[in-house]
């Protein structure tokens, strides 16, 4: 019966192949799969923070403006825009003719209503509360007032959270509408995810199908990329081997606009002192934590701030690997006899997991005994990020555009601000950075904050992860981009 | 019928043994620290000094192995005995009791039997915190069932047996007949039925650890080895022996074990009778 | 007869909501929510609030309680919190996947059972029962994990003849279908063929040492016709009930060997839905599979008790 199956099935596999290879004589294959791990939660950009669902809602909405490669804001659905003197008002001039997939038009005032749907109920309200009026001129033109100076006030519209949607359709979760060069097909979650070309947009458009195919394993990944059943996948640094130095694929390896931490509890007894913060620091050798965890794909970091940015300054090396000196800080902190600290993982994140129990091994050598629980997601929002229960713990960030958003949850009272951080004097930075216009100066008060954080040591600051993505070589216009967005109408096969 | 020896009971045995003995060198000598790290000396095979190689963080899977089934079988061997004891009582009860009672243990039982185990260890976790207590938890009241029903249909069985009704007749009270005329007959499919239990406890502590579930690194478990071993499917397949052979071996031998049991003890009380 | 059987269905009822007030109990327990979840690490107290608020997490527990069983009552299994999706769609989806598989699984267990185990009997201490015998007890041993990752080095890393996950729809290709599921199917079987096997070999002995067995070879009627016609008819009921009972399991139970596969099947809903604290999914699993276990302890105990009209009821007092 076993011998049947086998049989079968590689005639099955080899026919297959047949279909999918490029460099047969018909046209390029008008479809691309990427392999991803989980499905996104909903397609209603407004309604979730989750990065899965903007890798796929990014296709089928657009946003007024949105980045480049290197963070630079182009347009998107609006073409052009201009901020007003006292910089409180931006006006945006909407592209010609752009249509949601449902065939109505989208204008200025489906704009305001999208917004007003964000700020109505969308879980980033907050961060768009600075709005205190939004102004359709004509069919075109929208602007938007702010109360108060922001100075990263574009950058807002560039987030896919801030995607303009059909605000009047229902239940964007599973049917969404948005102006967009794809629709969604069909959703089996946990199997795939289909899209088509929109038939209302007119811009840049090559393949007319997008798949996105959960595979929560790595290595079915690897296995499906190289026997034809998806184009994209993203990998970990131990499995790049796999593909190097082969012809038949492209490895794209960049930085991506993230950072990856072990946060401390700055209010827990031990770690208020920032001797301990800073023994801890001495302790690891980031290096090779690195090396270790990740297979040397990452830049470490100093700080809290993903070195893509353009406001990053160097801040590595002020506590270099050095567990004797380690040792004596931790004495002079009266913690001679060594501590015990408590360490919780999210077991769904393996390499955080990775990462914490070497440190932990790093640590005990200097006389800090982790005790480390590894405890679902769900578990570690609730009781590590919301409830601040906990003495260690090894999480990533996602990054933002600029410096005031990425660094506001270092802010004493901010509500996210869940390594109970708190210096006045780096809550003046903030506010500061928020209202200056002149651009240098800015930048000065940008590296001042990185500059306090990476000395005062909130967290053991490991890196910004260096993304791979492996992609069949005839597979071209694939981009990496500093937020979580993917712009599949850009990719193409090339038919050499 | 035809006398023989007993292989599965020898085998069974000499299996249980070797890892058991592994087990306890673990506990008095390991030849590394088993949570020992060392990051220049990852993915090596098999060698003199680490006769099972070293896994991904470079400890020594030897040091590993032995620690993992110590808590294995020790972990088995008290959530099957708490099992045990738990569903031998609910079954007597629901054997014994009046009708309304006894239905109600049984539709417990069935409930019980019913629900995901993966919830009950989960839940367990966040009753009772970190480590082994919750798995060893979810394994025992996992077991319940099983005990409770044999026992039940047991007791009932004897209840009408001679030597019982006898001694109802002369008035003996409930927990004197119970415990002097009941259990002895029954003691033996007991014992084979623990026995067998003990091979299933240790599959299922593996298949939750191997979730996540269960015994919390740095600590080594056969199925959190297993789990963090898949990561390396493609690069280094031969990590997922170690642990996996330890974990086979084990369950064969405790499963022989419960089986050559079984036999000695039925042909014992049959020679007896 | 008929009184007992309403009895009984009764019971089961009671007995799947029992497990489904455990299974709210549970994630009541269990920290974090659906609402936590989806904000992940970049919400604060006041998001959280208001998402808390939009998908009703803020009501008393007893109201929540309420409304999902009479939306049950009216065959409304609610909407799932994670996907959006209706919860009966999502699991009928996980059923085209799992309910072939473990159908076939506890066919082919059942096939090579009846035949081995038969064999086994007839001959004991033969060839057949000997090697019949270590191969169940090597196969109860196999961790089905293990066992998994095992196959897919062998099939998938080394010799490359099968994919090392993923599911194709058996519409879209049914090559590639029977690609996708040939190692899981091995592994199941292997896992159900062990018990069934040792049951079929244990009845069929049972029933060679019985009178009529001995009188019908005394009549000199043909061996192999007294066997496959009354030995084994009468020797079935229990591999066969038992057969059915792990069916039901399987539907609910197979989520480590979907998970090392990659396929989308029910285990794997239940391990997503218990991650995303996403209740109205797990409920809706939990009771689909538990109405199945517990229907299939009944099928069974009727068709014992037709067989075998002695047996009692259970529960019946001292």
């Known amino acids: ?43 209603d950009p407004h309604a979730t923070a989750s990065a899965s669902t903007f890798q796929v809602t990014s296709n089928i909405y657009e946003t007024l403006v949105t980045v480049d490669e290197q963070g630079v804001i182009i347009p998107d659905l609006a073409e052009s825009w201009t901020v007003s003197e006292d910089g409180l008002v931006l006006t945006f001039t909407l592209r010609e003719g752009a249509t949601f997939s449902n065939g109505l038009a989208c204008d200025a005032q489906a704009v305001k209503a999208s917004f007003e749907r964000l700020l109505s109920q969308g879980v980033r309200s907050q961060d768009y509360s600075g709005i205190s009026g939004i102004d359709v001129i004509d069919e075109r033109t929208i602007s938007f007032t702010f109360s108060e100076l922001n100075v990263s006030a574009l950058t807002l519209f560039a987030y896919p959270w801030a995607a303009v949607v059909d605000a009047n359709a229902q239940d964007l979760r599973t049917n969404p509408v948005g102006t967009g060069p794809y629709m969604l097909s069909s959703w089996v979650p946990q199997q795939e995810l289909v899209l088509t070309a929109n038939p209302s947009y007119t811009g840049e458009r090559h393949v007319d199908t997008v798949e996105f195919i959960m595979m929560p394993d790595m290595t079915s990944q690897v296995t499906a990329l190289r026997g034809g059943q998806v184009d994209i996948i993203l990998v970990t640094g131990d499995l790049v081997g796999q593909f190097e130095g082969d012809d038949a694929w492209s490895i794209l390896a960049a930085p991506g606009n993230g950072l990856q931490l072990m946060a401390m509890n700055n209010a827990s007894p031990a770690l208020s002192d920032v001797r301990v913060r800073q023994a801890i620091n001495h302790a690891v050798d980031k ?106 713990t090894v999480v990533g960030h996602t990054g933002r555009l600029d410096a005031y958003s990425l660094l506001s949850r270092y802010r004493s009272s901010s509500a996210e601000n869940y390594l109970n951080y708190s210096d006045p004097a780096f809550d003046a930075l903030l506010d500061e950075y928020s209202v200056t216009v002149d651009e240098v100066r800015r930048t000065e008060i940008a590296h001042e904050m990185q500059q306090r954080l990476a000395e005062a040591v909130p967290g053991l600051y490991i890196q910004d992860p260096i993304q791979i993505y492996v992609t069949p070589s005839s597979l071209k216009g694939f981009k990496v981009f500093p937020i979580n967005i993917f712009a599949f109408n850009e990719v193409y096969f090339s038919q050499e | 019928m035809r006398r023989r020896g007993n292989p599965s009971l020898f085998i069974g045995l000499i299996l249980t043994l070797l890892v058991a003995s592994l087990g306890i060198i673990g506990v008095l000598h390991s030849p590394y620290d088993p949570e020992a790290m060392n990051l220049m000396q990852r993915f090596n095979g098999p060698s003199l000094e680490h006769p099972f190689g070293t896994d991904h963080f470079g400890r020594d899977m030897l040091s590993r192995v032995m620690m993992a089934s110590g808590t294995a079988l020790s972990s088995a061997l008290v959530s099957v005995t708490l099992g045990a004891l738990a569903g031998i009582a609910l079954g007597t009860l629901a054997a014994l009791a009046p009708r309304w009672l006894s239905t109600l243990v049984m539709r417990l039982v069935d409930a019980l039997m019913a629900f995901p185990t993966i919830l009950l260890a989960l839940m367990a976790a ?25 026992t039940q249909a047991m007791v009932m069985e004897g209840r009408e047996r001679l030597s019982i009704k006898a001694a109802r007749a002369y008035g003996a009270p409930a927990w004197r007949i119970v415990i002097f005329h009941m259990f002895p007959p029954v003691l033996t499919r007991l014992v084979t039925q623990f026995t067998s239990a003990i091979g299933g406890a240790v599959l299922l502590e593996s298949s939750l650890s191997f979730l996540g579930l269960g015994v919390q690194p740095p600590s080594a478990s056969l199925g959190m080895m297993l789990s963090e071993a898949r990561a390396y499917l493609l690069t280094y397949p031969w990590q997922v022996l170690p642990s996996g052979i330890t974990l086979l071996v084990l369950v064969l031998g405790l499963n022989l074990l419960g089986d050559g049991l079984g036999s000695l003890l039925t042909r014992r009380s049959a020679d007896g009778l | 007869m008929f009184r007992q059987l309403l009895r009984r269905i009764l019971a089961a009822f009671i007995v799947m909501f029992l497990v489904s007030l455990a299974t709210f109990a549970a994630l009541e327990v269990v920290p974090g929510n659906a609402a936590i979840v989806s904000l992940g690490t970049e919400g604060n107290v006041e998001q959280l609030a208001a998402l808390e608020a939009q998908l009703g997490l803020d009501r008393p527990l007893g109201e929540r309680l309420f409304d999902y069983y009479s939306g049950l009552i009216r065959f409304d299994w609610g909407t799932s919190s994670y996907y959006g999706q209706p919860v009966w769609t999502l699991i009928s989806q996980r059923l085209a996947v799992t309910f072939p598989l473990a159908l076939a699984s506890v066919l082919l267990a059942l096939l090579i059972a009846i035949t081995l185990g038969t064999v086994a009997a007839v001959r004991k201490g033969g060839v057949v029962d000997i090697i019949s015998r270590s191969l169940v007890q090597l196969a109860s041993a196999m961790p089905s994990f293990w066992l998994s990752l095992l196959l897919l080095v062998l099939f998938s890393s080394v010799l490359r003849l099968v994919p090392m996950g993923g599911y194709v729809s058996p519409a879209e290709d049914f090559g590639a279908y029977l690609n996708s599921i040939v190692l899981p199917l091995s592994v199941l079987v292997v896992g159900e063929t062990g018990p069934l096997l040792r049951l079929v ?17 005394v009549k000199g009627l043909r061996k192999g016709r007294v066997i496959v016609s009354y030995a084994l008819r009468s020797a079935l009921t229990a591999p066969l009930t038992s057969a059915g009972t792990q069916l039901a399991k399987l539907l609910g139970g197979t989520a480590i060997v979907e998970s090392v596969f990659a396929l989308p099947g029910m285990g794997r809903l239940f391990l997503t839905a218990v991650e995303m604290r996403d209740l109205q999914l797990v409920q809706g699993i939990v009771i689909f599979v538990s109405f199945f276990v517990v229907l299939m302890n009944l099928v069974t105990d009727i068709v014992l008790r037709l067989v075998n009209p002695a047996l009692e009821p259970d529960g019946g007092g001292l």
Request: glycine share 12%; net charge negative.
């Open chain 3, 201 to 217: 070999r244990s009845s069929m002995l049972e029933a060679i040492g019985e009178d009529w067995y001995t009188a019908a070879q």
């Open chain 2, 126 to 150: 966040a009753i009772f915190g970190r480590g082994l207590l919750p798995s060893v938890l979810a394994v025992c009241i996992s077991m319940v069932p099983s005990f409770s029903r044999l």
């Open chain 1, 1 to 43: 019966m076993l011998g049947f199956f086998l049989i079968s099935c590689s005639g099955g596999e080899g026919s297959g192949d047949g279909g999918t290879t490029t460099g047969t004589a018909a046209a390029a294959p008008s479809i691309i799969r990427m392999a991803v791990t989980t499905d996104p939660d909903g397609l």
């Open chain 1, 287 to 392: 290096d090779a934590l690195i090396e270790g965890v990740w297979w040397g794909y990452g830049e470490p970091i100093g700080s809290h701030f993903p070195v893509v940015l353009s406001e990053y300054v160097d801040t590595n090396g002020l506590y270099p690997y050095n567990p004797d000196r380690a040792r004596e800080l931790l004495a002079e902190a009266g913690y001679a006899d060594g501590i015990t600290l408590e360490m919780y993982l999210p077991r769904n994140y393996q390499e955080y997991v990775n990462a914490g129990l070497v440190i932990a091994d790093y640590l005990k050598a200097v006389g800090i005994n982790v005790s480390v629980q590894i405890v679902e997601w769900a578990t570690w929002l609730s009781d590590i990020y919301n409830g601040r229960g906990y003495d260690l």
